[in-house]
C-alpha cells in the first residue's frame, strides 16, 4: 500500500503504476549517488538504472536536482512524525530536530547531494524546497503548540538554527549524528531562557 507522498508528485498526481516508477527513481537515484556521488548523478543513468526510459523519468524530474529534492522530501514526511504532545515542549522540539537531522544519516553522499539540490534554481526544486521548509515548520509549531502562522521568535530562531545545522552536516563539517545532538543542545538552551 503507497503512501499520499508516494502517489504525488511535484508535477501532478501520480497513478499506482507512476507512484512506482517514481518510487524505482528515487530508490535508483540512492544506488548512483552512493556508487558516483552527486557529480556522477544524471537523470540519464538513474533511468538506465530503474529501467525506465529516459524520456519517461524526464516527465517526472526536471533535474538531477529536483529528483534528489524529491529523495529527500520522501525521507522527510516519512521519517518525522507529529510530536509526541505527552511529552514536555523541550522534549517534543529535541525529537522533531532529531528526526529531521537523521533523515539522510547512514546514507552516505545522500546528505551532502541533498544539501547542494536544495540550494538550486530548478523550480520544481524550489517547489520541494517550500514544501520541505513548510513541514519542518508545521512540526516544529506543533512542538511548540503555536500557530505556525503567526508563531512567534522561538519559532523563528529553531528553523535557523535547524538550518544551519544540516548545511554544515550536508557540507561534511560534522555528521549528522552529530548535528543532532548539537541541534538538540541549541534547541534546549533556547527554551530554557
Known amino acids: 500500500m503507497s503512501s499520499p507522498v508516494s502517489q504525488e508528485s511535484t508535477r501532478r498526481r501520480l497513478t499506482q503504476q507512476q507512484a512506482e516508477t517514481v518510487t524505482r527513481l528515487t530508490d ?22 530503474a529501467g525506465v526510459a529516459p524520456a519517461t523519468a524526464y516527465t517526472y ?65 524550489e517547489h520541494l524546497r517550500l514544501r520541505i521548509g513548510g513541514f ?21 530562531a529553531l528553523e535557523m538554527i535547524y538550518a544551519g545545522g544540516l548545511v554544515h552536516a550536508g557540507m561534511g563539517h560534522m555528521s549528522y549524528e552529530q548535528t543532532s545532538e548539537r541541534l538538540v543542545a541549541a534547541a534546549h538552551l533556547l527554551m530554557e531562557k
Open 136 to 156: 519542518i515548520r508545521r512540526r516544529l509549531a506543533e512542538a511548540l503548540e503555536v500557530d505556525p502562522e503567526n508563531p512567534g521568535p522561538l519559532l523563528d
Open 61 to 125: 524530474f526536471s533535474s538531477k536536482s529536483h529528483l534528489v529534492a524529491e529523495v529527500f522530501w520522501r525521507r522527510l514526511s516519512s521519517g518525522v512524525a507529529e510530536p509526541d504532545l505527552a511529552m514536555p515542549p523541550a522534549e517534543r522540539v529535541a525529537q522533531v530536530l532529531r528526526e529531521v537531522s537523521m533523515v539522510v544519516a547512514g546514507e552516505g553522499q545522500l546528505g551532502g547531494a541533498v544539501t547542494m539540490a536544495l540550494l538550486g534554481t530548478d523550480p520544481d526544486v
Open 28 to 49: 535508483a537515484a540512492v544506488d548512483v549517488l552512493n556508487a558516483d556521488g552527486f557529480d556522477g548523478l544524471t537523470v540519464r543513468t538513474v533511468a538506465k538504472l
